[in-house]
């Protein structure tokens, strides 16, 4: 089993307008992809999609206000299903921290190097949205490999 | 043991000048920290300084002109050394495919975290870089939370 890991800090009073921008669909949407869907509710799913180009769709496993976001992925690419996001959020000062977690691929195929990078820049998209009130999502996203 | 992995793909016809801008200290200058020193060729360092904030000391383990530049971390942070930095490139249609490990974490820390997510700013800057022109390299690097 690895992981994908990332950390970003969020200049922010508080946890809670990026907790809010994890659970919230027009909070999702304005980071990830604007093509968000679903209930962000513990059990429930929300499905994100990118066009034609596929989409993931998570079942919200934990929800822990200001402090947790815990989603299992139960359909897309078949290397995602069955694996686990984690957004771990604590205050430090100004900033917000996020412990990001992609957990439970099987192997490092190279898919998961491209899913590493690109979390990456929808993190700093997170960061940007609330920060300045505008990310960068779907389709509006860096674009970092020729898988898009 | 854990990993960190990234994937980018640069619009340049070989990986030649990829490979140039991973083994010249003029080219890695451009994109990882403007601060860097010292002789890229097998059995040699090269030191990578980020003002007071640090740096990283490398031993050129491999080098395999258009296909890989691999380092082995010999000074810097204490979670850094003895780890391996490895960069394999291969060319597919128009982009040159970085695929990036950076290997031998002895445990998936906080720090490495924040590692993971800062080296994908990187890899974009060298991106930039090649395809560009300009990078942005220390100390004009993506600053992605508290920590820098």
Redesign the interface.
Known sequence: M????????IKSPSTADTYNALTAIDGLSNWWTNETTGESKVGETVRFRFGDNGFFEMKVVALDPGKRVLWQVVDGPQEWIGTKVDFELKQ????T?V???HQGWKE?I?F???C??KW??F??SL?SLVETGKGSPYPND?R????L
């Open positions: 690895v992981d994908i890991l990332h950390r970003v800090g430090e000062d100004d900033f921290i412990l990001f977690k490092p190279e998961m190097h491209h590493s990078t990456g820049t993190l700093l960061k860096v970092i490999d020729n898988w």
